[in-house]
């Protein structure tokens, strides 16, 4: 059973900052498109940013400017920098490893970003 292991959620004011970690076996990393996806309260899920092996990135228009996505291949690691946090962010925020064309599709267990003052 795959095992992509989140870290990094957490409560913060708006216009703070946070990091989410998401490790993944290396077989499964090197070769899949990592991605954070988020859900809000009574929402449905959402692509929040895309990196491809090549380190292609993807951002939904909603977070361009403000999160960066990245990945460590020596780590097997995607991160997420996120930026000047909005209450709007408020999610549980999932990580995915998608390998490119549909052979399969894993996600982390999610992991609860709540801005508010």
């Known amino acids: 059973q795959v095992q992509l292991v989140e870290s990094g959620g957490g409560l913060v004011q708006p216009g703070g900052s946070l990091r989410l970690s998401c490790a993944a076996p290396?077989?499964?990393?090197?070769?899949?498109?990592m991605g954070w996806y988020r859900q809000p309260p009574g929402k449905q899920r959402e692509l929040v940013a895309s990196?491809?092996?090549?380190?292609?990135?993807t951002y939904a228009d909603s977070v361009k400017g403000r999160f960066t996505i990245s990945r460590d291949d020596a780590k097997n690691t995607v991160y997420v920098q996120m930026t000047s946090l909005k209450p709007e962010d408020t999610a549980i925020y999932y990580c995915?490893?998608?390998?490119?064309?549909?052979?399969?599709?894993?996600w982390g267990q999610g992991t609860q970003v709540t801005v508010s003052s």
């Open positions: 995915n490893a998608k390998i490119p064309g549909g052979v399969a599709d894993y």
């Open positions: 290396r077989i499964i990393f090197s070769i899949s498109v």
């Open positions: 990196v491809t092996p090549g380190g292609r990135t």
